[in-house]
């Protein structure tokens, strides 16, 4: 096993650390250049025979649980905003308690790592029991996900061991944003657009690497979270997704109670929780967004809550100009793939949080790395 590891201490380390070749592995053969006649685009073996079906369906249903609902979370607004065909969102079991209408018009996306997780498994019977065109985006090649659905690509993000989903939600991300440029390709006016984003995933690896250099910030920012029972983060937009992944890495890891929160919904509830000792992560990268958040952190520091501002590189001074307890600065780069970026820190945060807590980084307790019982 130390073997396997190599020079980290384990394995969800290493698989945070693997992602700039992960995200290289899932790219490689699918970026095609284009030149004066011919616009840039994606090439996805699997999907290609499907592609006018997906663009005429009469709605796209992103289906899966966990880190893989997250993931296709954070690509809902590319994919509506490329396909113009309307997105929702569906966490496996949730569909399944409420037998929700599904159509012959319809194509469903199931995602889902191990391909094997028995709820996503069974809304794919029930979705091809409804003559629902069937989707799967998964990490295991011969998975019953795989096996069982009418098309799909695989997100080639190498073995994950950690319980806690890494890789794989960076890689999800890259092919749900690949899906979008896919099913948009034949859209003049999107072109600029979508050949901004695939110059972007280009260089989606090297961005990685300079951002896992953070590490001993989030070590040092970890070390003052130690003792907290609670943390929140809110994001929205793109982030959003960022926001309950990282909430949900904190939980499972760090066995500490922890929030994501739409920043849009902080005035309806959340807002009572602020005061000067609860810390809260707000995710303020540039987006289209990003001053509406910039409206959130002062609203938040205005009731002195303790605030851990995440915002592009040099925008410190912009998004609190009244100072934060902690700021963590990474690159920015194309709106859509920004989730990819600032997921790292967070991936971070609640590995050195869990060490210093003292719990198991690997094998959180009570869980399982692939849920097959419903
Ligand atoms: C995330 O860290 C967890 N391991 C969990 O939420 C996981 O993403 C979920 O169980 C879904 O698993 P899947 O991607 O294999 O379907």
Known sequence: EQIKKGNYDHFMQKEIYEQPESLRTTLRGRLIPGDHFKAKGVLLGGLKDHLRTIRRSRRILFIGCGTSYHAALATRALVEELSEVPVTMEIASDLLDRRAPIYREDTAVFVSQSGETADTLQALEYAKSHGALCVGITNMVGSAISRGTDCGVHINAGCEIGV??????????????????????????????????????????????????????????ATTLVEEQSL???????????????????????????????????????????????????????????????????????????????????????????????????????????????????????????????????????????????
């Open 232 to 374: 929140l983060l809110f994001g929205r937009g793109y982030n959003y997704a960022t926001a309950l992944e990282g909430a949900l890495k904190v939980k499972e890891l760090a066995l500490m109670h922890s929030e994501g929160i739409l920043a849009g919904e902080m005035k309806h509830g959340p807002l009572a929780l602020v005061d000067e000792t609860l810390p809260i992560i707000v995710i303020a990268t540039r987006d289209g967004t990003c001053s509406k958040q910039q409206s959130v952190i002062q609203q938040l520091q205005a009731r002195k809550g303790r605030l851990i501002v995440m915002c592009s590189n040099g925008d410190a001074a912009t998004m609190c100009p009244n100072g934060a307890s902690y700021v963590i600065e990474v690159p920015q780069i194309q709106d859509c793939l920004q989730p990819i970026i600032n997921i790292i820190p967070l991936q971070l945060l609640a590995y050195h949080l869990t060490v210093l807590r003292g719990f198991n980084v690997d094998q959180p307790r009570n869980l399982a790395k692939s849920v097959t019982t419903e």
């Open 164 to 221: 806690a989903s890494t890789k794989a939600y960076t890689s999800q991300i890259a092919v749900m944003t690949m899906l979008a440029l896919a099913v948009g390709e034949d859209s003049i006016s999107t072109r600029a657009r979508r050949e901004a984003i695939i110059d972007c995933l280009g260089e989606l690896p090297g961005v990685v690497k300079k951002v896992l250099q953070l590490d001993e910030k989030m070590k040092e920012l």
